[in-house]
């Protein structure tokens, strides 16, 4: 969900002072994440825009939408990769063998570092912000020396990950090559940072820590969106899972144990708006413990259905770094927290630390005990949805951001 915005695009539209020049680096697809820091910055930099966008990418229709967002309130410098992916293999494999190109510029695409090069050198940016790996790659290989490099991480992910792609990894390889020389890292918090490496919180000055964010104010009450929507009794407490459906998010899984779990006064409601109709059917005959809900909702709306529900879930995988700590990581987590609602997570050490400080969330080990962890938060209810706001407030809510080198936001 893309962030109240109102002043941000103001100051990035307005003259006023000098202010340094930043420059957000994009290869991929524009996300929502990545429009929220531009307006973040904007507060206190010049911001402007370099995107790549591979083939794959300006197809979509969610990823157009943003660059045109962005198009709207800042100046943007787009290039394309005019062949579909299987070309541009073949076109790639013919330039390594015959010029020995290294594999992570082929990935990123020869051309895009030298335009990046081109581009800052005639701009004379202050600062450049990398957002993942394969920009880190084009800002640093194109623009080293000219600018202050600030790489802004969301996802940590390393070469010896089994499910790492062969195109993938080089690219993770130099991103582990390129980190120590840096300027400044922004990420999320102390263990993803070490899963970058253990030794850069003292190799790199400027390492900050800034949990995912939004600018949005607290959710004001409660809603009853989902209640009167789907017709769910009122003595029955709504559990919400909202997001996609795909095997790591253990759809079936959570379904089966509120089914299964004996209890009347819970229902699982599961909001995805991209349910197929086999799904939906199979969700509805569980009878009144799983309601299904694919109904597309504005972002407003969305607001009204998480903040109906009594606890939200937030299950991510345990085994693979990028989705056990994500306890500051998640845009799922900060918008159940700015609603009021409490969560329910795996434990590990990344939500320890977030409920040791809050009493924000219930930790599983297993999912069939999430019915008793939704239970044990209703029972204090209106603790839970003040400590939840609480974190919102605290940790998650951002309206500027200051670039630091060697301090912390």
Same mark, same amino acid.
């Given at each position: 969900m893309?962030d109240?915005?109102?002043? %941000?695009?103001g100051?990035?539209?307005s003259?006023?002072?000098?202010r340094d020049?930043?420059?957000?680096?994009?290869?991929?697809?524009l996300?929502?994440?990545?429009?929220?820091m531009?307006y973040l910055l904007?507060?206190?930099?010049?911001?402007?825009?370099a995107l790549?966008?591979p083939?794959?990418?300006?197809?979509?229709?969610?990823?157009?939408s943003?660059v045109?967002?962005?198009?709207?309130?800042?100046r943007?410098h787009e290039w394309?990769a005019?062949?579909?992916?299987r070309?541009l293999?073949?076109?790639?494999?013919?330039?390594e &063998?015959?010029f020995?190109l290294?594999q992570p510029?082929?990935?990123?695409?020869v051309?895009f570092p030298?335009r990046l090069?081109?581009?800052?050198k005639?701009?004379?940016y202050?600062i450049? =912000?990398?957002?993942?790996?394969h920009?880190l790659?084009c800002a640093w290989?194109?623009?080293a020396?000219?600018?202050?490099?600030?790489?802004?991480?969301?996802?940590?992910?390393?070469?010896?990950?089994e499910d790492?792609?062969f195109n993938?990894?080089?690219?993770?390889l130099?991103e582990r090559?390129?980190l120590?020389?840096?300027?400044?890292?922004l990420?999320?918090?102390?263990?993803?940072?070490?899963?970058?490496?253990?030794?850069l919180?003292t190799?790199?000055?400027?390492?900050?820590?800034?949990p995912?964010?939004?600018?949005r104010?607290?959710?004001?009450g409660?809603?009853?969106?989902?209640?009167?929507?789907?017709?769910?009794d009122?003595h029955?407490?709504i559990?919400l899972y909202?997001?996609?459906?795909? %095997?790591?998010?253990?759809?079936n899984?959570?379904?089966g144990?509120?089914?299964?779990?004996?209890?009347d006064?819970l229902t699982?409601?599961l909001?995805?708006?991209? =349910?197929n109709?086999?799904d939906?059917?199979?969700?509805?005959?569980?009878g009144?413990?799983?309601?299904?809900?694919?109904?597309?909702?504005e972002?407003?709306?969305?607001d009204?259905?998480?903040?109906?529900?009594?606890?939200?879930?937030?299950l991510?995988?345990?085994d693979?770094p990028?989705? &056990?700590f994500?306890?500051?990581?998640?845009e799922?987590?900060?918008?159940y927290l700015?609603?009021?609602?409490p969560?329910?997570?795996?434990d590990?050490?990344?939500?320890?630390?977030?409920?040791a400080?809050?009493?924000?969330?219930?930790?599983?080990d297993k999912?069939?005990?999430?019915?008793?962890?939704?239970?044990s938060? =209703?029972?204090?209810?209106?603790h839970?949805?003040?400590?939840a &706001?609480?974190a919102?407030?605290?940790?998650?809510?951002?309206t500027?951001?200051?670039?630091?080198?060697?301090?912390?936001?």
């Amino acid at each position: 969900m893309i962030d109240d915005k109102a002043v %941000a695009a103001g100051s990035a539209r307005s003259g006023g002072g000098a202010r340094d020049r930043l420059l957000i680096v994009r290869w991929g697809e524009l996300r929502v994440h990545d429009l929220n820091m531009a307006y973040l910055l904007a507060q206190t930099y010049e911001v402007e825009f370099a995107l790549f966008t591979p083939h794959y990418a300006y197809r979509g229709k969610a990823g157009r939408s943003f660059v045109e967002e962005a198009e709207k309130n800042f100046r943007v410098h787009e290039w394309r990769a005019g062949l579909p992916t299987r070309q541009l293999v073949r076109l790639h494999s013919a330039l390594e &063998r015959v010029f020995r190109l290294s594999q992570p510029l082929l990935t990123v695409g020869v051309a895009f570092p030298f335009r990046l090069r081109a581009l800052v050198k005639a701009k004379r940016y202050d600062i450049l =912000m990398p957002i993942e790996q394969h920009s880190l790659y084009c800002a640093w290989r194109g623009a080293a020396g000219l600018a202050t490099i600030v790489y802004y991480s969301l996802e940590v992910q390393t070469p010896s990950d089994e499910d790492v792609s062969f195109n993938l990894r080089p690219i993770l390889l130099a991103e582990r090559s390129i980190l120590p020389r840096v300027d400044g890292i922004l990420i999320q918090d102390a263990s993803r940072l070490a899963v970058l490496g253990a030794s850069l919180a003292t190799e790199v000055p400027g390492v900050q820590f800034l949990p995912l964010f939004s600018s949005r104010s607290l959710y004001e009450g409660r809603s009853d969106f989902l209640r009167s929507r789907l017709g769910i009794d009122s003595h029955r407490r709504i559990v919400l899972y909202y997001g996609a459906f795909y %095997a790591e998010r253990f759809i079936n899984e959570l379904a089966g144990a509120f089914r299964d779990g004996g209890r009347d006064d819970l229902t699982l409601v599961l909001h995805n708006p991209q =349910m197929n109709a086999e799904d939906a059917a199979r969700f509805a005959a569980m009878g009144d413990n799983v309601r299904p809900s694919a109904t597309y909702l504005e972002p407003d709306e969305l607001d009204d259905m998480v903040a109906s529900a009594d606890a939200g879930i937030a299950l991510y995988d345990n085994d693979k770094p990028n989705t &056990r700590f994500t306890a500051y990581s998640s845009e799922k987590i900060v918008t159940y927290l700015r609603c009021g609602v409490p969560f329910i997570a795996f434990d590990n050490e990344s939500y320890q630390d977030l409920k040791a400080k809050y009493d924000c969330c219930a930790l599983i080990d297993k999912i069939d005990q999430i019915p008793a962890a939704a239970a044990s938060l =209703m029972a204090n209810a209106e603790h839970h949805w003040k400590e939840a &706001r609480r974190a919102y407030q605290d940790v998650f809510h951002r309206t500027e951001l200051v670039l630091k080198a060697g301090g912390e936001t």
